[in-house]
């Protein structure tokens, strides 16, 4: 009977490893012939303030791996008091950005790409001022509860933004 529960043990397990792992952020480069079967933030930028008083812009790259739709409800940090989901219209310039109306799908074995002129963060009232050197934590959180913690890199400019197409290598956006 003791043999019969060790062989279980594994099969009974898999499905909570399979879903902590799901919650992983990798930050790096994924490998797009073979991507991970998880939820990944390839990559997290924030668009510096240019000193006017304007909010700094998020711009992340979710990459779904799973079978399953995610919807991202809310970004937070101790970086930021205010931190929204926006949605710039299509063929509207980016002042005529507007909060996203519900949670953000990220389809299943597919990505979300924030841009300028897209979908992007905006993030507002910065705890202390902001230095340049240094990245900052942003939790994603999502409607079923899981939470994803990721570094975030500082551009000071949007030339500087990664310009991401899946299936081949990154570039500066210049």
Not at 71 to 85: D, G, H, M, Q, T
Not at 143 to 167: C, I, K, M, N
Request: hydrophobic residues 40%.
């Amino acid at each position: 009977m003791y043999t019969g529960i060790s062989r279980r043990l594994p099969i009974a397990l898999g499905p909570l490893v399979l879903l902590a792992a799901s919650a992983a952020a990798s930050e790096r480069t994924l490998d797009h012939a073979n991507p991970p079967r998880t939820l990944t933030v390839e990559h997290a930028e924030i668009l510096i303030a240019d000193g006017d008083g304007s909010p700094a812009r998020g711009f992340l790259t979710i990459w779904n791996g799973t079978d399953t739709h995610a919807y991202l409800a809310k970004v937070s940090s101790e970086a930021f008091a205010n931190i929204r989901l926006m949605r710039t219209p299509f063929n509207s310039d980016d002042d005529a950005a507007g909060p996203v109306g519900g949670p953000l799908l990220v389809p299943a074995h597919a990505e979300l790409q924030m841009r300028i002129g897209g979908i992007h963060l905006l993030l507002a009232d910065p705890a202390s001022p902001i230095d340049q050197s240094e990245s900052q934590r942003l939790m994603l959180i999502f409607d079923d509860g899981q939470e994803v913690e990721v570094s975030a890199y500082l551009v000071p400019s949007s030339d500087r933004l990664t310009s991401h197409r899946h299936g081949e290598a990154d570039r500066s956006a210049n």
